[in-house]
C-alpha cells in the first residue's frame, strides 16, 4: 500500500513537472515564428509614389488603384532605377531600395532577360510594391512574369511578377518605356550582377 501510494505521488510530481516545463516551450515557438509586418495604407503608397516619382499625375493614381485593389496593402516598396534594351531578346539592369514600413531600407539589386516581340530601349524610375515577403532574404531569388498582367496609362506602366506566394508589382516610368509581348523574370539580389540569369 505504501508503495503504491508512493508510485501515485512520483507520477503526480512527474505530471506537474511536465505541465510547468510545458509553457516555456510553448512560449520559445511562439518567439521563434516571425511577427507579420504592417501594411502600407493607399494614402502612404500614393504619397510615396507621388513623392518619388515627383510627378502627381492622375495616370499615376490610375496604376496605384488598379494594383492596390487587386492585390490589396503591401508590406514593402522597392524604391529605384532600371535601364534596358531590346531587339528580340533583352536585358534589364535595377537598383534601388526596399523599405519595410517602419524599417530601415536595405540596397537591392535586379536584373533579368526577355524574349518576345520586345523592341526598344529604356532608362526608367521603378516604384515597386511588394507582397506576402516575410523578410528580405526571401526576396533573393527570380520572380517570373505574370502572363497577361501588363497595364498601361499615359507613361507609366505595371505588371506583375511572382515566386510562390510573394508577388511584385513594379510601377516604371521615364525615357523610352518599352513593354513588348515577353517572356521575362526579375531576378533580385543583395550585390550588384552582371549574368542576368
Same mark, same amino acid.
Given at each position: 500500500?505504501?508503495? *503504491?501510494?508512493?508510485?501515485?505521488?512520483?507520477?503526480?510530481?512527474?505530471?506537474?513537472? @511536465?505541465?510547468?516545463?510545458?509553457?516555456?516551450?510553448?512560449? +520559445?515557438?511562439?518567439? @521563434?515564428?516571425?511577427?507579420?509586418?504592417?501594411?502600407?495604407?493607399?494614402?502612404? $503608397?500614393?504619397?510615396?509614389?507621388?513623392?518619388?516619382? *515627383?510627378?502627381?499625375?492622375?495616370?499615376?493614381?490610375?496604376?496605384?488603384? *488598379?494594383?492596390?485593389?487587386?492585390?490589396? #496593402?503591401?508590406?514593402?516598396?522597392?524604391?529605384?532605377?532600371?535601364?534596358?534594351?531590346?531587339?528580340?531578346?533583352?536585358?534589364?539592369?535595377?537598383?534601388?531600395?526596399?523599405?519595410? *514600413?517602419?524599417? +530601415?531600407? #536595405?540596397? %537591392?539589386?535586379?536584373?533579368?532577360?526577355?524574349?518576345?516581340?520586345?523592341?526598344?530601349?529604356? +532608362? %526608367?524610375?521603378?516604384?515597386?510594391? %511588394?507582397?506576402?515577403?516575410?523578410?528580405?532574404?526571401?526576396?533573393?531569388?527570380?520572380?517570373?512574369?505574370?502572363?497577361?498582367?501588363?497595364?498601361?496609362?499615359?507613361?507609366? /506602366?505595371?505588371?506583375?511578377?511572382?515566386?510562390?506566394? =510573394?508577388?511584385?508589382?513594379?510601377?516604371?516610368?521615364?525615357?523610352?518605356?518599352? #513593354? /513588348? $509581348? +515577353?517572356? =521575362?523574370?526579375?531576378?533580385? =539580389?543583395?550585390?550588384?550582377?552582371?549574368?542576368?540569369?
Amino acid at each position: 500500500m505504501y508503495r *503504491k501510494s508512493k508510485n501515485m505521488l512520483l507520477s503526480a510530481l512527474l505530471l506537474a513537472a @511536465a505541465g510547468v516545463a510545458a509553457p516555456p516551450r510553448i512560449a +520559445a515557438a511562439a518567439q @521563434a515564428a516571425p511577427a507579420p509586418h504592417a501594411t502600407y495604407s493607399d494614402d502612404e $503608397v500614393t504619397k510615396a509614389a507621388n513623392d518619388f516619382f *515627383k510627378n502627381g499625375a492622375q495616370d499615376l493614381g490610375k496604376v496605384l488603384q *488598379k494594383v492596390l485593389k487587386e492585390k490589396g #496593402q503591401p508590406v514593402a516598396i522597392i524604391r529605384g532605377e532600371e535601364a534596358g534594351g531590346a531587339i528580340g531578346v533583352g536585358l534589364r539592369y535595377g537598383h534601388g531600395e526596399l523599405v519595410y *514600413k517602419g524599417g +530601415a531600407g #536595405q540596397k %537591392v539589386f535586379w536584373q533579368g532577360p526577355s524574349l518576345g516581340f520586345d523592341v526598344g530601349a529604356n +532608362a %526608367v524610375k521603378v516604384f515597386a510594391l %511588394v507582397y506576402d515577403l516575410p523578410d528580405s532574404a526571401h526576396l533573393f531569388r527570380r520572380y517570373p512574369g505574370v502572363e497577361g498582367s501588363l497595364y498601361f496609362v499615359g507613361g507609366f /506602366g505595371v505588371n506583375y511578377v511572382q515566386n510562390g506566394s =510573394s508577388v511584385i508589382a513594379p510601377v516604371r516610368f521615364g525615357v523610352g518605356w518599352r #513593354q /513588348g $509581348v +515577353a517572356v =521575362s523574370y526579375m531576378h533580385f =539580389s543583395p550585390q550588384k550582377r552582371i549574368n542576368p540569369f
